[in-house]
């Protein structure tokens, strides 16, 4: 997951709408760990379009 600080509103949105609870808030930085399942949900959700899907490496 790529997340741009630039635009992220910390809102916490995405953390909430992650079926895997994959996504974290720690100290206002997002954090993603490897139960993510690559839905795209939470890409979908943020308001500001702060969430990137990566290619898969
Ligand atoms: S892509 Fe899906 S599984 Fe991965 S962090 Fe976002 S909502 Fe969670
Ligand atoms: S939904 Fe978007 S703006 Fe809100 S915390 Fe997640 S990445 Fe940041």
């Given at each position: 997951?790529?997340?741009n600080?630039d635009k992220?509103l910390?809102?916490?949105?995405?953390?909430?709408?992650?079926?895997?609870?994959?996504?974290?808030?720690?100290?206002?930085?997002?954090?993603?760990?490897d139960?993510?399942?690559?839905c795209?949900r939470?890409?979908?959700?943020?308001p500001?379009q702060?969430?990137?899907?990566?290619?898969?490496?």
């Open positions: 997951m790529i997340v600080f992220c910390h809102c916490g949105g995405c953390v909430g709408s992650c079926p895997q609870n994959a996504i974290f808030l720690n100290d206002y930085i997002l954090e993603f760990n139960k993510c399942n690559r795209g939470c890409v979908r959700l943020c500001v702060a969430l990137k899907l990566e290619a898969k490496v």
